[in-house]
Protein backbone atom coordinates (compact mmCIF):
# COMPACT_ATOMS: atom_id res chain seq x y z
CA UNK A 1 0.00 0.00 0.00
CA UNK A 2 1.07 3.45 -0.91
CA UNK A 3 1.65 5.69 2.31
CA UNK A 4 2.95 9.00 1.15
CA UNK A 5 3.05 9.69 -2.91
CA UNK A 6 5.94 12.15 -3.95
CA UNK A 7 6.10 14.06 -7.02
CA UNK A 8 9.18 15.64 -8.75
CA UNK A 9 9.24 19.12 -8.74
CA UNK A 10 10.51 21.82 -11.24
CA UNK A 11 11.34 25.13 -9.49
CA UNK A 12 11.43 28.27 -12.00
CA UNK A 13 13.07 31.13 -11.16
CA UNK A 14 11.09 34.39 -11.90
CA UNK A 15 13.09 37.63 -12.96
CA UNK A 16 15.50 36.34 -15.96
CA UNK A 17 13.69 33.03 -16.26
CA UNK A 18 10.00 32.84 -16.53
CA UNK A 19 10.23 36.82 -17.49
CA UNK A 20 12.80 39.68 -19.24
CA UNK A 21 14.69 40.81 -15.89
CA UNK A 22 14.46 44.39 -16.33
CA UNK A 23 15.36 45.11 -13.06
CA UNK A 24 12.95 45.03 -9.98
CA UNK A 25 9.64 44.05 -12.34
CA UNK A 26 6.90 45.20 -9.87
CA UNK A 27 3.84 46.16 -12.13
CA UNK A 28 2.15 44.10 -14.66
CA UNK A 29 3.32 46.43 -16.92
CA UNK A 30 6.58 45.97 -16.77
CA UNK A 31 6.32 41.93 -17.16
CA UNK A 32 7.37 40.36 -20.51
CA UNK A 33 7.94 36.62 -20.99
CA UNK A 34 10.85 35.22 -21.72
CA UNK A 35 10.49 33.61 -25.21
CA UNK A 36 8.98 30.19 -24.73
CA UNK A 37 8.48 30.48 -21.23
CA UNK A 38 4.65 29.68 -21.06
CA UNK A 39 4.75 26.56 -23.16
CA UNK A 40 7.92 25.37 -20.63
CA UNK A 41 5.58 26.06 -17.61
CA UNK A 42 2.76 23.78 -20.20
CA UNK A 43 5.74 21.09 -20.99
CA UNK A 44 6.35 20.54 -17.26
CA UNK A 45 3.01 20.52 -16.12
CA UNK A 46 2.35 17.65 -18.73
CA UNK A 47 5.39 15.58 -17.96
CA UNK A 48 3.99 15.63 -14.32
CA UNK A 49 5.92 17.92 -12.56
CA UNK A 50 4.58 19.90 -9.26
CA UNK A 51 5.39 23.22 -10.73
CA UNK A 52 6.43 26.14 -8.58
CA UNK A 53 8.25 29.87 -8.63
CA UNK A 54 10.26 30.77 -6.40
CA UNK A 55 11.84 34.50 -6.72
CA UNK A 56 13.50 37.34 -4.43
CA UNK A 57 11.84 40.28 -4.19
CA UNK A 58 13.84 43.02 -2.93
CA UNK A 59 11.89 45.70 -4.36
CA UNK A 60 9.41 44.90 -1.20
CA UNK A 61 12.04 45.89 1.39
CA UNK A 62 13.37 49.39 -1.02
CA UNK A 63 10.00 50.53 -1.06
CA UNK A 64 9.74 50.08 -5.06
CA UNK A 65 6.65 48.43 -4.89
CA UNK A 66 4.09 45.86 -2.60
CA UNK A 67 3.52 42.48 -1.83
CA UNK A 68 0.13 43.32 -3.45
CA UNK A 69 2.34 44.63 -6.39
CA UNK A 70 4.10 41.15 -6.27
CA UNK A 71 0.82 38.68 -5.56
CA UNK A 72 -0.69 40.65 -9.17
CA UNK A 73 1.71 39.66 -11.17
CA UNK A 74 1.64 36.50 -10.37
CA UNK A 75 -2.07 36.38 -11.04
CA UNK A 76 -1.40 37.89 -14.46
CA UNK A 77 0.48 35.34 -14.52
CA UNK A 78 -1.87 32.58 -13.97
CA UNK A 79 -4.28 34.12 -16.30
CA UNK A 80 -2.26 33.87 -19.18
CA UNK A 81 -1.11 30.58 -18.61
CA UNK A 82 -4.49 29.23 -17.66
CA UNK A 83 -4.99 30.66 -21.36
CA UNK A 84 -2.34 27.70 -23.10
CA UNK A 85 -3.46 24.96 -19.94
CA UNK A 86 -0.51 25.48 -18.52
CA UNK A 87 -0.07 26.57 -14.54
CA UNK A 88 2.16 27.02 -11.72
CA UNK A 89 1.07 25.48 -8.42
CA UNK A 90 2.42 27.60 -6.40
CA UNK A 91 4.62 31.15 -6.05
CA UNK A 92 6.98 31.71 -3.60
CA UNK A 93 8.69 35.24 -2.71
CA UNK A 94 11.04 36.72 -0.28
CA UNK A 95 10.57 40.28 0.03
CA UNK A 96 13.53 40.88 2.54
CA UNK A 97 16.58 42.23 1.95
CA UNK A 98 19.02 43.70 4.95
CA UNK A 99 20.04 46.93 3.30
CA UNK A 100 15.82 47.69 2.40
CA UNK A 101 14.27 51.36 3.57
CA UNK A 102 11.46 49.24 5.36
CA UNK A 103 12.11 48.50 8.47
CA UNK A 104 9.62 45.45 8.91
CA UNK A 105 11.56 44.04 5.93
CA UNK A 106 14.82 44.90 6.31
CA UNK A 107 15.77 41.70 7.98
CA UNK A 108 17.99 38.68 7.15
CA UNK A 109 15.86 35.98 6.65
CA UNK A 110 16.44 32.35 5.88
CA UNK A 111 13.77 32.38 2.48
CA UNK A 112 16.04 34.83 0.62
CA UNK A 113 18.32 32.70 -2.25
CA UNK A 114 21.17 31.79 -1.55
CA UNK A 115 19.38 30.94 1.92
CA UNK A 116 16.67 27.39 0.38
CA UNK A 117 13.74 28.70 2.88
CA UNK A 118 11.71 29.17 -0.01
CA UNK A 119 12.02 25.78 -1.47
CA UNK A 120 12.30 23.79 1.48
CA UNK A 121 8.85 24.81 2.45
CA UNK A 122 7.59 24.01 -0.59
CA UNK A 123 9.04 20.75 -0.53
CA UNK A 124 7.38 19.93 2.69
CA UNK A 125 4.34 21.45 1.90
CA UNK A 126 3.72 19.46 -1.54
CA UNK A 127 5.29 16.65 -0.74
CA UNK A 128 7.92 16.84 -3.63
CA UNK A 129 10.24 14.14 -3.75
CA UNK A 130 13.92 16.33 -3.73
CA UNK A 131 15.60 13.59 -5.94
CA UNK A 132 13.88 13.80 -8.55
CA UNK A 133 13.28 17.91 -8.96
CA UNK A 134 14.86 20.32 -10.38
CA UNK A 135 15.48 24.23 -10.33
CA UNK A 136 16.07 26.68 -13.13
CA UNK A 137 17.62 30.03 -12.55
CA UNK A 138 19.60 32.38 -13.84
CA UNK A 139 21.75 33.26 -11.27
CA UNK A 140 24.31 31.94 -9.10
CA UNK A 141 22.21 32.41 -5.73
CA UNK A 142 19.29 30.19 -7.38
CA UNK A 143 21.40 27.03 -7.66
CA UNK A 144 23.35 27.57 -4.25
CA UNK A 145 19.29 27.63 -2.65
CA UNK A 146 18.64 24.48 -5.05
CA UNK A 147 21.56 22.96 -4.15
CA UNK A 148 21.08 24.07 0.08
CA UNK A 149 17.60 22.24 -0.21
CA UNK A 150 18.94 18.94 -1.87
CA UNK A 151 17.56 19.41 -5.49
CA UNK A 152 19.16 19.72 -8.66
CA UNK A 153 19.20 23.00 -10.51
CA UNK A 154 20.62 24.07 -13.89
CA UNK A 155 21.75 27.66 -15.26
CA UNK A 156 19.37 29.07 -17.82
CA UNK A 157 21.40 31.32 -20.33
CA UNK A 158 18.96 32.73 -21.65
CA UNK A 159 17.09 32.46 -25.32
CA UNK A 160 14.42 30.08 -25.65
CA UNK A 161 13.03 28.88 -22.48
CA UNK A 162 10.79 25.65 -23.77
CA UNK A 163 13.82 24.83 -26.08
CA UNK A 164 15.94 24.93 -22.89
CA UNK A 165 13.80 23.03 -20.92
CA UNK A 166 13.35 20.13 -23.94
CA UNK A 167 17.08 19.76 -23.77
CA UNK A 168 17.10 19.37 -19.64
CA UNK A 169 14.62 17.20 -18.90
CA UNK A 170 15.80 14.49 -20.52
CA UNK A 171 19.45 14.67 -19.50
CA UNK A 172 18.57 14.75 -15.65
CA UNK A 173 16.63 11.66 -15.61
CA UNK A 174 13.27 13.37 -14.76
CA UNK A 175 10.20 13.24 -15.74
CA UNK A 176 9.83 9.51 -14.07
CA UNK A 177 6.58 10.39 -12.25
CA UNK A 178 5.18 9.53 -9.34
CA UNK A 179 7.27 7.82 -6.78
CA UNK A 180 6.44 5.96 -3.49
CA UNK A 181 8.03 6.11 0.51
Not at 17 to 44: C, M, T, Y
Request: proline share 4%; glycine share 10%; aromatic share 8%.
Amino acid sequence: MIRNVRRPGIFFDRDGVLNLDLGHVGSVERFIWIPGARQAVKLANDSGYTTFVVTNQSGVARGLFTEADVRAIHEHMDLELGEIGARIDSYAYCPHYVEGVLAEYAIQCNCRKPRPGMITELIKRWSVDPTSSILIGDKATDLAAARAAGIDAVLFPGGDLLDFLRTVLPTHGLASGLTSE
